[in-house]
T-cell receptor
Framework: AQTVTQSQPEMSVQEAETVTLSCTYDTSESDYYLFWYKQPPSRQMILVIRQEAYKQQNATENRFSVNFQKAAKSFSLKISDSQLGDAAMYFCAYRSWSGGTSYGKLTFGQGTILTVHP | GAVVSQHPSRVICKSGTSVKIECRSLDFQATTMFWYRQFPKQSLMLMATSNEGSKATYEQGVEKDKFLINHASLTLSTLTVTSAHPEDSSFYIC????????????????FGPGTRLTVL
């Protein structure tokens, strides 16, 4: 079974600065997806970024980028030019590529609470 | 983008009663929906996978007779908490798997806004 670990329960950053959230995972599969989801105080889960394991290029979405190290099974999220609206709980998630009864299931990490200071 | 709605957003009920929560995909069809439970400042715990037209697949430790799931159409799944007790109080979140053929919507799970259940 796959596991996802976020070792930073809480992180903080000054507005306009850069912060990196860590995520490691364990799997025996070679093809899979990785995601970062954001959950603000409203508790609505929002997809931040996704990465297919077969892609060597790191995914980016505006101020959000990832550092995907497949051999190290590491998938960190970098937030540049942090804004007050980035304050939220961030979850790293893993999804198998294959189908079957587990198709589409996400395995979540424990989450990291990000505080942004003005 | 893909939108998933949940109704109600909040519900308070008496112990022993049943509560139904609806999850709808508004602008796409979802053959698969998922139900999660989340406690404050904790991660999402998958309860079950709901597939349209078939029985739900429950995760280990989840009582299928207590948490009834029905996925009667490609846009609607329901979770019924039967004979609710205070320990069932929690935040319940559904998600729907989008199988669009292109763009960021491809094969992505979109989440509803959640339902806060309080059992007195």
């Amino acid at each position: 079974a796959q596991t996802v670990t976020q070792s930073q329960p809480e992180m903080s950053v000054q507005e306009a600065e850069t912060v990196t959230l860590s995520c490691t995972y364990d799997t025996s599969e070679s093809d899979y997806y990785l995601f970062w989801y954001k959950q603000p105080p409203s508790r609505q889960m929002i997809l931040v970024i996704r990465q297919e394991a077969y892609k060597q290029q790191n995914a980016t979405e505006n101020r959000f980028s990832v550092n995907f190290q497949k051999a190290a099974k590491s998938f960190s999220l970098k937030i540049s030019d942090s804004q007050l609206g980035d304050a939220a709980m961030y979850f790293c998630a893993y999804r198998s590529w294959s189908g079957g009864t587990s198709y589409g299931k996400l395995t979540f990490g424990q989450g990291t609470i990000l505080t942004v200071h003005p | 983008g893909a939108v998933v709605s949940q109704h109600p957003s909040r519900v308070i009920c008496k112990s022993g009663t049943s509560v139904k929560i609806e999850c709808r995909s508004l602008d796409f069809q979802a053959t698969t929906m998922f139900w999660y439970r989340q406690f404050p400042k904790q991660s999402l715990m998958l309860m079950a996978t709901s597939n349209e037209g078939s029985k739900a697949t429950y995760e280990q430790g989840v009582e299928k007779d207590k948490f009834l799931i029905n996925h009667a159409s490609l846009t609607l799944s329901t979770l019924t908490v039967t004979s609710a007790h205070p320990e069932d109080s929690s935040f319940y979140i559904c998600s729907a798997l989008s199988l669009w053929a292109s763009g960021e919507g491809t094969d992505t799970q979109y989440f509803g806004p959640g339902t806060r259940l309080t059992v007195l």
